[in-house]
């Protein structure tokens, strides 16, 4: 049974400019076309011929940028506005989760808004009263309830709304990024009554950007970029294309902002000698980031490999050299670093043009921004070319670990010890 | 008939309607120390400045309206309380879309709760303020009649003009935000041209034909000469006046409601 429906729907927005206003509220009123004016000329396409069915009792993941139409998607799925064309038809009580507590009025009591607030999201008043101390203790809010929701923190706020909406009950659960604000102890709370819900085969539909939730929870994920469907399909297959498609953004923009330092310092050398001193006595002319295949690349995931490529022209005879990378974090720790010379090479000649690559098979680094560090200077540390945090690359992952590097890994537990394991290809 | 499908829609949500306009009177003195009783001190106030201003210091004296000067006073508050009810409830009807857009993006529900909730709150603050001016009448000398239970059905005459306009004014300030600013300046204007600070039966009005006759077209006329006939004169309300203007307003509200429905679509994105 299908409990969503949503079929080739397109929703337009209107751009409204100051003057186009202006101009309709003056032709309005002198010629009366009120309705036929209220057309504007300029449009935006949230969504653009959308079409996917849920089926009930399923989890629904939508990801995608900002701006790619996941939350009109969920307005239109939850009725509140109404797609310009196409068709979505909805099976079963709908509770949007889409801005919790926005029913609540900050004047009146905690008590009298979770009132207010359940009979807008469409429950009796004596359902709520029979819920009402379950909502009060999911939102563990028994103290405050009586107090003016003025008074609430920011996380009360939000706890309060979300204990109303998800005790509504309904057939449809829609969720848009809501879990974003709670505290370490709520999340996990949120996700267990979410968890219960799927349990009881209700319908889920579930946006966030949170990407190892959705691959957790989802049974089944759309991707939407710029109010175009890209994929439906398993969680780990999507979200795989959206993270490639994420990557190579952020590639282009790393590209874009390297370009633009360089330029900058061109510009500005004195910011240019800050980060890169020595003689030059053998100078780095280029530093290149690749991926094991040799592409040149900016972002990279933990488990890839990269090759530090840097070529080198000494102007002399020198015998005396040492080649030398730093891995930095954004926080500026060091996170590895190491050179010819600790490593026991033994330098013998360089001279005229060269090519250095330092060849990384695993990464093993957290998700971050990491600044390079490249040299070559003597060995007892006279800089001949010293290039300090010039180079900079991304780690990115759905994994979510901590720390400075990543250990490789793995974990046993002795049979007795029920655990799950994630879900991998 | 949409019109007949959502009066039954908003009849479906008037528990919300109840407890929203119920949440709107208690957020209104929410922290002030005397709360409720503003609702009566309010209106008794502004009593006893009149009396003292055009009881003592104006002395305005006219045939239409009584002998003794206190009358006066008695006159204007019958004609002024209803008036609030009225001017309050459109110019907050011209915000309430835009102030709770929160809501109307946000949930799902019939935007005309909103006006609607204004309209209701508005009339309980009028039943409020109506103890003091019962409490007046004998204070003044005049006795009531039988007449005064007719004051329900000028209260329904009203509640519908009201209504009508409300829906309106705040389904077009989404469009038109102008229409707020333009809307308070009218107010001025339509309350003098309302027989409120005078009375229709003044001797100058009877020289002006003209004049009357486009205070007679001001719906607002009827309705609170109505009120004078409950309160003041402890008269029969000028019932075929009222019937006619009970037209107009239920003509009003088709078309306000009508305005609204087409409109609404754009609601979530405009407000």
């Not at chain 1, 040492?322 to 891995?327: E, K, N, P, S, Y």
């Not at chain 1, 800089?383 to 890994?409: E, W």
Request: proline share 4%; aromatic share 12%; with cysteine.
């Amino acid at each position: 049974m299908v409990a969503i429906d949503v079929d080739g729907v397109s929703r337009i927005y209107q751009k409204y400019s100051a003057r186009h206003r202006f101009s309709t509220f003056k032709s309005a009123l002198v010629r009366g076309d009120l309705f036929r004016t209220l057309r504007a000329d300029e449009v935006v396409a949230a969504l653009d011929d959308v079409t996917f069915k849920v089926e009930k009792g399923r989890t629904f993941g939508v990801i995608g940028e900002n701006g790619s139409g996941k939350s009109t998607l969920l307005k239109l799925v939850a009725g509140i506005s109404k797609p310009t064309s196409g068709r979505i038809a909805v099976e079963g009580k709908v509770s949007a989760l889409i801005e919790l507590g926005a029913g609540f009025h900050p004047e009146i009591s905690g008590r009298e808004n979770v009132f207010i607030n359940g009979i807008m999201l469409g429950l009796s008043k004596k359902e709520i009263q029979q819920k009402f101390d379950e909502i009060v203790r999911f939102a563990e809010l028994e103290d405050f309830i009586d107090a003016p929701v003025k008074t609430y923190s920011s996380g009360m706020y939000m706890r309060l709304g979300f204990s109303v909406a998800i005790n509504v009950n309904p057939d449809i659960l829609l969720i848009d990024e809501v879990l974003a604000v709670g505290d370490a102890a709520f999340i996990p709370k949120c996700l267990d009554r979410i968890d219960d819900f799927r349990r009881r085969k209700k319908t889920i539909l579930f946006v966030s950007h949170d990407l190892s939730t959705v691959e957790k929870v989802c049974d089944r994920v759309v991707w939407l970029k710029s109010g175009k469907v890209m994929t439906i399909g398993e969680p780990k297959r999507v979200v795989d294309a959206y993270l490639q498609d994420v990557a190579a953004k952020q590639e282009q923009s790393f590209a874009r902002a390297r370009e633009e330092r360089q330029a900058a310092a061109q510009t500005f050398e004195e910011e240019r000698r800050e980060n890169r001193w020595g003689l030059r006595e053998v100078e780095i002319k280029r530093v290149t980031l690749r991926n094991l295949a040799g592409q040149e690349k900016h972002v990279y995931a933990p488990d890839e490999g990269m090759v530090i490529e840097f070529e080198v022209e000494s102007y002399s005879k020198i015998n005396d050299f040492v080649f030398g990378i730093g891995v930095f974090n954004s926080q500026g720790i060091s996170c590895y670093g190491t050179n010819t010379s600790l490593e026991e090479f033994e330098p013998r000649l360089i001279q005229g043009q060269g090519r250095v690559a330092c060849r990384i098979e695993r990464l093993n680094l957290v998700n971050g921004t990491y600044y390079l560090d490249v040299a070559v200077h003597k060995k007892d540390g006279y800089p001949y070319d010293y290039h300090r945090n010039l180079y900079s690359f991304l780690v990115t992952s759905t994994l979510k670990d901590v720390g400075v590097a990543r250990l490789p890994h793995h974990w046993e537990f002795s049979p007795g010890i029920d655990i799950k394991a994630p879900r991998k290809e | 008939m949409t019109l007949v499908d959502n009066l039954r829609t908003v009849w479906r949500y008037r528990v919300l309607i109840q407890n929203l306009v119920s949440r709107e009177l208690k957020a209104r003195y929410r922290g002030t120390i005397l709360g409720f009783l503003w609702s009566f001190l309010n209106p008794l106030l502004l009593m006893i400045v009149y009396t003292v201003v055009f009881g003592l210091i104006l002395n305005p004296r006219d045939e239409a309206i009584g002998a003794t000067p206190w009358l006066y006073s008695l006159y204007m508050f019958c004609g002024i309380l209803p008036w609030t009810w009225f001017s309050s409830s459109l110019l907050e009807s011209a915000n309430v879309l835009m102030i709770n857009g929160n809501l109307i993006k946000k949930i799902l529900f019939p935007a005309e709760v909103l006006p609607v909730v204004t309209v209701t709150a508005n009339l309980i603050h009028f039943f409020l303020g109506l103890p003091i001016l019962l409490l007046f009448i004998p204070i003044m000398g005049k006795t009531f009649t039988p007449y005064i239970l007719l004051l329900p059905l000028v209260v329904l005459v009203q509640y519908v003009f009201t209504l009508g306009f409300s829906l309106l004014i705040s389904a077009l300030t989404v469009h038109f935000r102008d229409i707020k600013d333009i809307l308070s300046n009218v107010m001025i204007f339509w309350f003098f041209s309302t027989p409120i600070i005078y009375s229709l039966k003044m001797e100058v009005l009877q020289r002006f034909k003209i004049v009357k006759l486009l205070l007679n077209l001001n719906p607002m006329t009827h309705i609170i000469e109505g009120y004078h006939a409950c309160f003041f004169y402890g008269s029969l309300i000028p019932w075929k006046r009222l019937s006619v203007t009970l037209i107009v307003s239920l003509v009003l509200f088709a078309f306000g409601y009508t305005v609204f429905d087409r409109l609404r679509d754009s609601f979530p994105e405009e407000v």
